[in-house]
């Protein structure tokens, strides 16, 4: 169990880092602009799925409280 917990704790504490360095998930889709017979025009566009920083601090902090936890078990 306690080696579940500090698995956890620093899984949780990495995700945290992650999302507070990144803030934000990109990616590319395309798009058609024209389809006329053999003539097909695509657009692609970037979209962005923002990730609040709280999200970050909070995945963070339990990540902390779960290490800890497990250090004193």
Known sequence: MKALLMFIGIA????????LVYQGITYT????????????????TEKTIPLPPILGGLALAGGIVLVVAAIRK
Do not use: C, F, H, Y
């Open 12 to 19: 949780l504490i990495a995700l945290g880092l992650v999302t």
């Open 29 to 44: 889709t395309s798009e058609k602009v024209v389809d006329l017979g053999p003539l097909k025009i695509t657009a692609q």
